[in-house]
């Protein structure tokens, strides 16, 4: 929830729509006005010139894997080359329904739900050689990442790594997915989910008309540094401190002791603070 707990806007938001179309269930078969007025607002401030809508981040997710499926450029190259692999990274959580709990790396997710789609190849988060050897024309469909990975442990990828993967996903022909959040310019494909509703059912996969054509019908701003560097200031004196990482609203401190101790503390002091296990 980007808002925090009962933002007295976001209710009244919520109760003013509940009256007016309570139905919030996206089957992609029908349009109403709100979603077409999200639709443009998301296209006005991203890359994207197609929107498609969903109810949660892990049904973005297969969604997404169902758009490369049918993504049109690559059925020569499937008759040609055997175009069938998907490149995700160490520590990633990227949902654990069929397609996604295959693209996630933390096998305490995957172990239960094996033998899970075929054709993933993982490699070190931020290691862009091995990428760069990794992603190869008739050969890889996409590259799945997060730029910012939550479960696995607040680990950044750098503007850097991402717009490196960009250029090498342009030469080998493949497509680069943003998992969640990063910069609008870097991709072809995004998912999006929690951010859009403040924890309401819905999800978006943004994309390029390039992408989306395979499918028939059926702010980043001035602050996104703003909370790291105030756990910065705060805590760079604190010996217990290993790390503050991540940005945007997505933070994490990572200590040199178990974080049990404080997140029960923090919840006896009424704030709600998560962990996230470093592999």
């Known amino acids: 929830n ?20 309570p139905f919030y269930l996206f089957s992609g078969q029908d349009a109403w006005i709100m979603q077409v007025t999200l639709g443009k607002r998301l296209m006005e401030c991203s890359f994207a010139v197609r929107v498609f809508f969903a109810n949660s981040g892990m049904e973005a997710n297969e969604a997404a894997v169902n758009l490369l499926g049918s993504f049109k450029d690559f059925h020569t190259l499937i008759r040609n080359f055997l175009v069938t692999e998907f490149i995700a990274f160490t520590h990633s959580f990227h949902g654990t329904t069929m397609g996604s709990v295959a693209l996630t790396r933390k096998e305490h997710y995957r ?18 050689e091995e990428a760069k050897k990794a992603i190869q024309h008739g050969k890889t469909v996409a590259v799945f990442i997060e730029p910012i990975q939550g479960e696995g442990g607040i680990y950044s990828a750098t503007k850097d790594f991402l717009q490196a993967l960009r250029a090498a996903c342009d030469d080998a022909g493949a497509l680069l997915v943003f998992d969640e959040v990063g910069s ?61 990482g991540g940005f945007g609203l997505i933070v994490g401190i990572e200590l040199d002791v178990q974080a049990s101790p404080l997140v029960d503390a923090r919840r006896n002091a009424s704030l709600l603070v998560l962990t996230a296990e470093r592999s």
């Not at 806007?9 to 003013?16: K, P, S």
């Not at 172990?111 to 862009?128: A, C, S």
């Open 2 to 21: 980007s808002l925090g707990h009962g933002d007295p806007d976001w209710v009244n938001a919520v109760v003013e729509q509940a009256h007016a179309y």
């Open 111 to 128: 172990l239960p739900f094996e033998p899970v789609m075929p054709g993933i190849k993982f490699i070190e988060h931020g290691n862009f």
């Open 184 to 244: 609008l310019h870097f991709c072809h494909l995004m998912t999006i989910a929690k951010p859009l509703a403040g924890g309401l059912l819905i999800s978006v996969v943004p994309t390029t008309e390039r992408v989306a054509a395979a499918i028939s019908a059926g702010d980043h701003n001035r602050k996104e540094h703003y909370w790291k560097e105030l756990l910065v200031n705060k805590l760079g004196g604190n010996l217990r401190v290993k790390e503050v």
